[in-house]
């Protein structure tokens, strides 16, 4: 906030009174007399320095006089801004010349190439020959600036329908998609990749059912990624999504699932692409029935589907409906050639032997004239249940025993080229160039190891002798993170703690606690000390919820044992806010009777914002607390609030 400056009473009078608007001025500011030029120069902004100097007609009345017994006339009423210029009062008419405002650069960024520390890896031997890959997504040129090179560029159907983008939006991505696709390979052939899948996502909606469209118009672009492809003797493959399910009970699933298996084999065709670009689908969900939904596979597949989709067509075991052992009799009725998964069969094993499994799965393959390849991925670290053993690691670490010399392998992880090249290097299989190397990232925790590391700190604060860090650490319906309690709630939390006090009724005996009934054995001790502590308990509706309130403290630490916490905040109604209390002894009381006690805090000391809600004049806050069931034949007194 600016410093307010003291004004006299002269001068908010002369501010009360309105003042004609004067049109902007340029360059030195005209007056006609001293004490025009003293009320300017008081309005004058200290950040504009601008001369005084006066007309001709200036000098009047007593500035006349002052020039007869002086003899002399004044030059000018000199203004304390007239010496803060260098060059003196500008002439009539002409500005004062303004600085140019000084340009705001904007810091160049570091030019110099990022070096990574790339560890030693450990090595090994293998007699594999084949070719390894990595699908879709390039890393390092997908970080590239100021164009990133990547080739699933896609948008929305609501895109499409605005008349700024429409179809021919959609499509130009698709062109630019296969633009870079060329790059992609040339890169792959430069560190030594000769295996790639394509990304399904070429041309974003090219087999919709109402947006669908030809590649025609692409055709140039995708034949000079196939004869680069081709060239260097790389081998393209593609993996559409999950939703292609020939085994489908639902007809527009199935018909959906056949217009993109076209549409695959469509780009391959104007790629020019042999018979080792396949498609890998998995055969789907079991619907209820594995054995009807193969049925319906077999009969999409002999019906429906044209001779090119079949020549592409292969299945991959999966990790939760169809092994294996559940593909190989349908893929050799069929000639489908199967894709084994290695990380798939570790969660949903096949019975079969693996050397004889891929013995028979590779005759299929050779039988059908296409190189075998396989697929290889990781399980992240600490995964116990199937759900955490389905996600992919980063990297794959070494080559399983079993993989033959002379076969395609498709590593599918998260890193993409970089797991291909911790491979090269593990294995000496390629020279990898060093400035395409990345270093591992650290493995991300799953949300059950989160869970179970904040109970351990939780048990440790315990141990300690910090239960409120425990508590909150280990509270919350499973976050990361608790939620951090501001610092002033803590400390209003901990000064009404320390005033209260517990006060017996008058007459109150130590009773005789009654066991807690079987029904709430569930509940812990913890729950109950909760109750205890905080002082609010919930009204029971009836006397059998009054029952169960009594049951759950029963068998609770004494409440003097207990420290007082802060007591949730629990809005008040003019039934349950008394004003005063007044103790009735009632005498004859059943066993379901109950007995207070009530803990008063002392009035705290002036604090920002009070703790809790002041009762009375004195301000003090009554707090119930259950204590228990008593024996019939014990004396009762128990406050009755009106």
């Known amino acids: 906030m600016a410093n307010k400056r003291k004004r006299t009473a002269r001068a908010v009078a002369a501010r009360a009174t309105p003042e004609p608007v004067e049109p902007p001025m340029t360059g030195p500011a005209i007056v006609n007399s001293p004490e025009e030029a003293r009320e300017f120069i008081r309005r004058m902004s200290s950040r ?57 650069t904007r810091r160049k960024k570091n030019a110099e190439p990022v070096v990574y520390d790339i560890p030693p890896v450990e090595t ?51 062109r630019k998609n296969t633009e870079d696709l060329a790059k992609l390979i040339q890169w792959n052939e430069d560190n030594n990749i000769r295996f790639l899948r394509v990304s399904s996502e070429m041309f974003p909606f090219a087999s919709h059912d109402k947006y669908g469209y030809t590649l025609e118009y692409a055709e140039k672009e995708l034949r000079a990624a196939g004869d680069l492809a081709k060239r260097y003797g790389h081998r393209l493959t593609t993996h559409p999504g999950q939703f292609t399910q020939l085994g489908s009970p639902r007809d527009v699933v199935v018909d959906a699932a056949i217009r993109d298996l076209e549409y695959h084999c469509q780009m391959f065709r104007y790629m020019g692409m042999n018979q080792d670009s396949v498609m890998i689908i998995h055969m789907g969900g079991m619907f209820g029935d594995k054995l009807a939904t193969i049925e319906r596979f077999k009969e999409v597949y002999r019906t429906r589907l044209s001779d090119e989709v079949k020549a592409r067509l292969v299945l991959e075991n999966d990790e939760m409906c169809y092994n294996a052992d559940d593909l190989l009799p349908v893929c050799e009725e069929l000639d489908i050639p199967i894709v084994f998964d290695y990380h798939h069969n570790w969660i949903y094993p096949s019975e079969l032997p693996l050397p004889d499994l891929i013995a028979r799965i590779n005759a299929i393959w050779y039988k059908k004239g296409i190189k075998p390849k396989q697929h290889l991925s990781s399980p992240c670290p600490g995964a116990e249940s199937v759900m955490e053993k389905r996600k992919h690691a980063d990297r794959c670490y070494e080559l399983p025993p079993e993989l033959p010399d002379d076969m395609d392998l498709m590593i599918e992880a998260k890193d993409k080229e970089q797991a291909v090249f911790h491979l090269y ?40 002798g910090e239960p409120g860090e425990g508590a909150d650490e280990a509270e919350g319906d499973g976050a990361a993170t608790p939620r951090k309690r501001s610092a002033g709630t803590k400390t209003r939390s901990r000064a009404g703690a320390k005033n209260l006090k517990l006060v017996d009724s008058p007459g109150s005996l130590s009773s005789e606690v009654v066991p807690p009934t079987p029904r709430d054995s569930h509940r812990t001790s913890t729950e109950a000390l909760e109750v205890l502590e905080t002082g609010v308990a919930a009204e029971p509706k009836d006397l059998e919820d009054t029952a169960d309130v009594e049951d759950i403290l029963a068998g609770t630490p004494s409440p003097a044992k207990a420290q007082p916490v802060k007591s949730p905040r629990k809005r008040r109604t003019k039934a349950t806010a008394p004003a005063a209390s007044t103790e009735v002894p009632i005498e004859g009381a059943d066993a379901k009777s109950t007995v207070f006690q009530t803990a008063i805090a002392e009035p705290e000391k002036k604090t920002k914002r009070s703790s809790g809600k002041k009762v009375g004049r004195k301000g003090r806050h009554i707090v119930h607390v259950w204590v228990g069931r008593v024996a019939a034949d014990s004396p009762l007194q128990r406050r009755v609030h009106r």
């Open 124 to 174: 090994k031997t293998t007699t594999f020959k084949g070719r390894l890959g990595y699908a879709c997504l390039n890393t390092v040129l997908r970080a590239m600036k100021p164009e990133p090179i990547f080739c699933s560029r896609t948008l929305r159907i609501d895109t499409i329908l605005k008349p700024d983008f429409g179809m021919d939006y959609c499509k130009e991505l698709g």
């Open 425 to 464: 290097r593990i294995y000496g299989l390629h020279p990898v160039i060093h400035e395409n190397l990345r270093p591992e990232k650290p493995p991300k925790p799953f949300p059950r190891m989160v869970k179970e590391e904040a109970a351990a700190a939780a048990a440790a604060a315990l141990e300690a």
């Open 48 to 104: 504009k320095k601008r001369k005084v100097v006066y007309t001709e007609d200036a000098l009047e009345g007593e500035d006349e006089l002052a020039q007869v017994s002086t003899g002399k006339a004044d030059d000018g009423f000199e203004s304390p801004l007239t010496e803060l210029g260098d060059d003196g009062p500008a002439a009539d008419g002409e500005e004062e010349p303004v600085s140019p405002k000084k340009k705001r």
